[in-house]
């Protein structure tokens, strides 16, 4: 029986399914478990084919990605998520049970090891003589199109290891992701930055202006919530004693969906003492430059779209430009700040900026940087001293205090960043928080408060969206394509 790819080309997936099944009877008949055990390798397929050198003898494991049946000669490819290897059976060089099990057996996608002893083809193709062959899992349903992967979106989301299988873009995206983030470890080790861990179940949503995940703890009988943040824990730490201090977390936010936004999500909160929003901003756009060299092959980052086409490219060149968050907002309307409050509701009908009649004057303000100046700004830039009412949680500037010592930065269109001088006034800060939880932005965490009482040295702190950075240094079109499982409305619903 021919791989069922071919023998069965047309047929329905119902039909291939069966003809697997049947398969995989034919195996247990035979005296082969079609889920086997444990095996063990010398050489992945990939790295074997990248580092390829003749006459040696490897043990290999992989699914079958490519079969070219020639009779007594069987050519097929082995590969896993890092690459493939040629591999060349004949009848002559195996048992004759194992040659008819392949042969009769076996199909595009079941996972197999393989022994043997490298060569070259002659058109030159690194492969491996098999000598000896393992049935290590019966895949039995048939694999996506080998050249055209899956088109639809949504089942790319629902079903990545289906991506996985057949897009090579994808396993890209996500390798990269995992050694990003492994970079990112590294450059702040080295900067001498202690990785800490901090609840990611709290009695009290902080850090943050963030509607929180609700849950009950059973056997102490109270309420808890999925964390918004890590913030007021990390600078519990600073209180404590701990000078430099990051968290890689997961954060959960129960709000809306969106190609920038998914409810659970990766941040990297820093917190340095003695530091300010300028020192950190430093060290963000050193460790963005640093990881857009190693992973994004130099400062200039192509943006792509869903086939995969260049839409622009980002230039990360330093120094990174810094503005005012008042002159950005001038620049829009240099009047903007003369006009009164029903002025500039009425300002943004003319910018085509939709508010709420709900929307305090500030948020009417932040509304127009969002949709004006935030979503067209694609290099990076660094947006300084924001209104207080935005930012409860970072230092008032001591020259003006209607504005607070932070930054945003954006790149991409989007917030990639933000910084702060961090507040460590208890008193400031308790009026801040008060200020926020009347308008039910933000809960007070008197802990925290407590915690600041005791002193807390200044400090300097970031956020960085990992999400967000990875959509960027991988040119990916949205978050979905840069989170393994993304969240999904059920189909049910």
Known sequence: MADDTTAASGSSEEELIRIRREKMDGLRKSGTDPFGGRFETSHAPGALRANFAEELEVTIAGRISARRDMGKSIFFDIADVHGRIQCFLNAKNVPE???AVFKEQLDLGDWIGVSGETFNTKVGEPSVKVSGLTVLSKSLRPMPDK???IADRETQYRQRYLDLMSNERS???FIKRSQIV?????????????????????????GAAARPFETHHNALNMPLTLRIAPELYLKRLLVGGFTKVFELNRNFRNEGISRRHNPEFTMLEAYWTFADFSVMADLVEEMTCHLAEKFSGGLQVETKDASGETVRTIDLSRPWKRASYRDLIKGVDPEWFDRTPEGRREKCKELRVEISPAMEDHEVTQQVFEKCIEEKQFDPLYVTHM?????????????????????ELIINGQEISPGYTELNDPIVQRKRLEEQAGEEIQNIDEDFLLALEHG??????????IDRLVIMLTGAESIRDVILFPQLKNREA
């Open 387 to 407: 209104p207080t009412e935005l930012v409860p949680l970072a230092k008032q500037n001591a020259e003006d205090p209607s504005v607070v010592d932070v930054y």
């Open 182 to 206: 492994a970079e990112i470890r590294k450059f702040l080790w080295e900067r001498d930055f202690l990785e800490v861990e901090t609840p990611m179940l709290q009695g009290v949503a902080g």
């Open 147 to 149: 050249f055209h992967g």
């Open 97 to 99: 049970a194992e040659f």
């Open 171 to 173: 396993r890209d995206v």
């Open 456 to 465: 807390m040295p200044p400090a300097g702190g970031i956020g960085i969206g």
